[in-house]
Each structure stands twice: as structure tokens, then as C-alpha cells.
């Protein structure tokens, strides 16, 4: 960006503090010129991912004090580049990873952090797979390694980690039991997926029936006690995946607590001689240790998942997509628990 090119206007939505879908605010400004090493990405899809519906709640985990801007993911082109940064980034799509601030018309980003986009993949289908598609990818193959003839459990199973992460399993050869509200049953058996009521009492014992000899992998978004009963699901050799804390979603007090415990009964599992092994991915993890790395990582992985969208075998799961200024009814939507995907923000529909 130089003096000749006019100033961009953004548009954000603030999360003030911790409130009701409807107590979010938009706000508009004049985005500073992008700095060296950094370009300015016009928000072309962004969308409500477990951990807004956490931080609006003041529960994520290493979230930065109200009021700022959430939204974890975008798709976007690049309109303005700054100092040092290749000019030849301008006009293209990319994929960036932000934890916040992604809830803009406009955002400003490090190049250094932006993953590849093809022009032939929709940018709402794209931003559907981004975090999520990595987080799947990455449990899948880097954290359990399951291979092909295995069986995993997905609790989740229509969520939108949940949904990406079968898929990527049936397109692998893998058996999955996935639970689900009876609403998104027939969805997933489609998918090859084998559903279980996830709001039956008795719902392990379920899943039990199915794989008497126990599961390969467990992965498991909620947390709190129940993730004793994923623990048991496993048979010798298979591997416990932890990637969230919904059960203490609501719970008031320490954001950080119910992970801090859910970190030790994990270290406690690992301990054990049984032949099976417990583990919490955190997307973030090695990124401030190498950087590049890190980063490396997360595009080749998305590159993968965006290959397989690409050729049809991954269909990521849209629930709905809503205007930028329309984003309490995203949220909202979001949080009903009706949704099967994604709920996916774009600048207007």
C-alpha cells in the first residue's frame, strides 16, 4: 500500500465481552497500511467454530481480553501488499489461520502465514475445511495414524470437525461409529458412518455392542467425565485422541482449569502398561518453537485436504452461510446444536 492507494474502510464484529450472541457489536475503521512481510486480505468466507462459541463465554482457553474480534479461519484475495512483501501475492486466494480477528470485511496478516487456495474451489467450501479440515487431517494421520481396516469412534460425528473427519476416514478404508443427534442419523449412514444417539444414557455401552473387541481411535471434542468411558472404548494399541472441553462449556470459574485436568488424567492414562496411549491435539502446538515449520505443516496438510475436495472425495458440510453484518444469526445457528457442518460467514448473501 502506498499514498496513492485510497484507505480501506473494515468492517469487524466485536465481541465486547462475555455475552449473548445478540451483544455482539460491529464496528467500522480505517485499516492502517500493512506493514513489512504483510498484506491486507479481503474476507471472502470466515465462519463460527466451537471455540468462538467459547470465548464468548470467557472459556477458551488462552483467549485475549475483551472486547476484540474473533473468528479462527478465513479465505480471502489479497488486495494490498506491504514493504518486502511479493508483490505477486496480489489478486490470489488464500487460506489464513488467526485464532481472532477473522470476523472482517478486512483484515491485515502476515504473508508468511497464508496457504494456497485454487481458484476452482469456492471460497466457503475452502474456509469449511480449513481449520477444521487440518484438525481432522492432522488427529487422523499425525496424532492416531489410524490405518486402513481400523475402527475409530467420532463423537461430534455432524459437527463441523466431526463431519470433515469421517469422510477423510471412509475415503481411507476405515470403519467409523459416529454419534449424532437420531436428526443427522441418515446423513451420516450415507457417509458409511455406523450412527450412535449420542443423548442415550446408555450410549457407550452402544458402541460397545458394535466393536465388543474395542476401537483403534476415540476422538473425542467434549471432555469432562465422560472421557473416562472414550478411554475404555479402546482396545490394546489404540490411541485416544482429546481436542476439546465442550462439557465444561457453561461450567463459571477458570477457563483453564478443566483443561489443566484434562491434561493430567491424560499423562495419568500414558502411564499405565496397557498398550494404549492418550493424547490432546492443540492445533497451535510447535508453533513457537519453529515458526516455519509449523506453518509448513499446516499448508501441506490443507493442501492435501483441498486436493481430496477438489477431486470430490471430501464434500465439506456448509449448515448455512450468512452475511458478515448478519453474524448474531450465524452465531446463534451455530450454537442452536441442529446444525450438521458449518456455519460459514461470507461478506453478503
Known amino acids: 500500500m502506498n499514498s496513492a492507494t485510497p484507505a480501506i474502510t473494515a468492517t469487524e464484529i466485536v465481541l465486547p465481552g462475555k455475552v449473548e450472541p445478540a451483544g455482539l457489536e460491529t464496528r467500522t475503521h480505517e485499516l492502517p497500511a500493512p506493514g513489512k512481510g504483510q498484506v491486507v486480505l479481503r474476507m471472502e468466507a470466515t465462519g463460527v467454530c466451537f471455540a468462538e462459541q467459547q470465548m464468548r463465554r470467557g472459556k477458551y482457553y488462552d483467549q485475549p481480553p475483551f472486547p476484540f474480534v474473533p473468528g479462527y479461519d478465513l479465505v480471502g484475495t489479497v488486495t494490498a501488499t506491504g514493504p518486502g512483501t511479493d508483490a505477486a501475492l496480489m489478486g490470489r486466494r488464500f487460506a489464513a489461520i488467526t485464532k481472532t480477528g477473522a470476523w472482517a470485511s478486512h483484515l491485515i496478516v502476515d504473508a508468511a502465514d497464508l496457504m494456497p487456495v485454487p481458484d476452482e474451489i469456492d471460497p466457503a467450501v475452502a474456509e469449511t475445511v480449513t481449520v477444521n479440515g487440518v484438525t481432522a487431517w492432522q488427529m487422523l494421520y499425525r496424532t492416531a495414524k489410524v490405518r486402513s481396516g481400523q475402527t475409530i469412534v467420532v463423537l461430534g460425528a455432524n459437527g463441523g470437525v466431526g463431519s470433515t473427519l469421517v469422510q477423510l ?9 459416529g454419534t449424532a443427534s437420531p436428526r443427522h442419523h441418515d446423513a451420516l449412514r450415507k457417509l458409511g458412518v455406523t450412527p450412535v444417539d449420542y443423548r442415550d444414557p446408555d450410549m457407550y455401552a452402544r458402541i460397545r455392542e458394535l466393536a465388543p473387541d474395542g476401537v483403534d481411535a476415540v476422538f473425542d471434542h467434549v471432555g469432562g467425565p465422560a472421557i473416562e468411558d472414550s478411554w475404555q472404548l479402546l482396545r490394546r494399541g489404540g490411541t485416544l485422541v482429546s481436542y476439546g ?15 489443566l485436568k484434562l491434561f493430567a488424567r491424560l499423562n495419568t492414562w500414558n502411564a499405565l502398561p496397557n498398550g494404549r496411549s492418550a493424547h490432546f491435539y492443540n492445533l497451535w502446538a510447535g508453533k513457537r518453537r519453529c515458526q516455519k515449520t509449523w506453518q509448513q505443516r499446516m499448508t501441506d496438510d490443507l493442501t492435501q485436504v483441498l486436493r481430496l475436495v477438489a477431486d470430490g472425495a471430501l464434500v465439506p458440510q456448509i449448515a ?16 442452536s446444536r441442529t446444525v450438521a457442518g458449518k456455519v460459514v460467514i461470507v461478506p453478503e448473501v
Open 169 to 177: 476416514a471412509r475415503h481411507a478404508g476405515i470403519t467409523v461409529i
Open 245 to 259: 472441553t465442550a462439557a465444561s462449556k457453561d461450567e463459571e470459574g477458570n477457563s483453564q482449569l478443566p483443561v
Open 320 to 335: 448455512a452461510k450468512f452475511a458478515l453484518t448478519d453474524t448474531v444469526a450465524a452465531l446463534q445457528l451455530a450454537e
